[in-house]
Each structure stands twice: as structure tokens, then as C-alpha cells.
């Protein structure tokens, strides 16, 4: 009896570490965010959303992850008869995790609210921390074209450089990934919605603290 009930034990024990692994391993889907390491060269024109989308694409496969289908965190302003285009509904429903493991977000609403973005989560493709506000050359600002929901900025300009189509001309607006800027209001600790741009080349982005980044994010 004792060894018949010792017998049923393991088997229980072993069914149950079985189920715990195999819950891990469906949990785990490797690294669902990550910045861009760097811009592909021509600022803010990213030959749109499309554009954007494949290159976050292409850095996701680079990274080991390219099974999974990956989009830029930007939205479109409503110009020339195109519609705005959201940000937050591109992205998918989470949770995403940086290329370390660590949590960035459980769900859309959680992105916009109370995440657990930091200058230490939101590394690039490469596990990196991007320069920020008070290191010798800051990169803080973060291309989005959002507002603080993440959804189109709706005064009627255009706040994203012709929908990612401008190299020269133009704004957009940007968010700071280290959550700092020149004063403590929202908008200086916003991840998506900081202020907009002083043009669209690598130049101009770089007056305000950028190098043409930008969220990406794992629909799936």
C-alpha cells in the first residue's frame, strides 16, 4: 500500500511539474518590445507605416524574434483624405516584455497608464540602454506622431512628418523613453506625447534630444 500510494505520488509530481513547464514555455514567446538601436537614415521618413512596420520587422528578426509579426508604435494624422491611424490599436493586446524579460506593459490600457517603462526597460533589439537627459549626447526622444492615449493627435496639423513620408520639413511629435525632461510636468515624463520636433531630418531631430527611434512592438 505504501509503495503503491509513494508510486502515485511521483506520478502526481511529475504531472504537475509537466504542466507548470509547459505553461512556461507557452507563456514565454521570447522579447515583444524593444527601441530601435538606431534610424535607417533618413530621419523621420520611414516610407510610412508600412515602412516603419518592416523595419521593426527586419530588427526583431536580428534579435531572434522574427517569427513574430512586429509593428512601429505610430499613429497617422488625417491628411490629404487619409484617415488618422492610432498607434495603440496596431500594436496588439500584450503583454510585452523587453529582450531581457522584464514586464514593459500587461495591456493596451496599461501601456497608456501605469506602466513599467523606464530608461532601464525600454532597450533596444541588442538588450541596450539608449542615451538619455543627462548623459553626453541624449537620444531620449522617441518618434510616435501620438497623444498621451495613443491615439492621433486630432488639431488638424500634421504631426507626423507627412505620415513618416518627410526627410526635410515638417514635425512630429515624440515621446521620452527615460521619462525626463526640462521641468516635471506630464508631458517632460511622457513615454509617447513629450512635444514635437523642430523638422524631420536626423539634423533637426537631433535639436531636441533625438536619432529618429522608434517603439516597436509584437502584435502577436
Known amino acids: 500500500m505504501n509503495r503503491r500510494l509513494s508510486l502515485s505520488l511521483l506520478a502526481a509530481a511529475s504531472a504537475a511539474v509537466l504542466l507548470v513547464a509547459c505553461g512556461s514555455m507557452g507563456a514565454s514567446k521570447g522579447p515583444s518590445f524593444f527601441v530601435t538601436s538606431t534610424n535607417p537614415g533618413r530621419g523621420a521618413d520611414f516610407g510610412g507605416l508600412t515602412g516603419a512596420d518592416r523595419y521593426c520587422q527586419a530588427l526583431g528578426a536580428n534579435a531572434g524574434a522574427g517569427g513574430r509579426t512586429w509593428h512601429a508604435y505610430l499613429s497617422n494624422s488625417a491628411l490629404a483624405g487619409q484617415p488618422a491611424v492610432n498607434a495603440r490599436d496596431r500594436i496588439g493586446t500584450g503583454p510585452w516584455y523587453n529582450v531581457k524579460g522584464a514586464l514593459v506593459a500587461n495591456n493596451v490600457d496599461e501601456l497608456h497608464g501605469t506602466n513599467m517603462l523606464t530608461k532601464q526597460t525600454a532597450l533596444t533589439e541588442k538588450g541596450e540602454v539608449i542615451a538619455g537627459r543627462g548623459d553626453p549626447i541624449n537620444t531620449h526622444d522617441i518618434l510616435t506622431g501620438s497623444a498621451p492615449d495613443g491615439r492621433a493627435v486630432s488639431d488638424g ?12 520639413d515638417g514635425s512630429a511629435i515624440v515621446g521620452h523613453h527615460d521619462r525626463t525632461g526640462l521641468d516635471q510636468s506630464a508631458p517632460a515624463k511622457s513615454w509617447n506625447s513629450s512635444h514635437a520636433t523642430q523638422g524631420c531630418g536626423l539634423e533637426a531631430l537631433k535639436k531636441t534630444g533625438g536619432a529618429g527611434l522608434l517603439y516597436c512592438f509584437a502584435a502577436n
Do not use: Q
Open 157 to 168: 496639423k500634421d504631426n507626423t512628418c507627412g505620415n513618416w513620408t518627410k526627410s526635410g
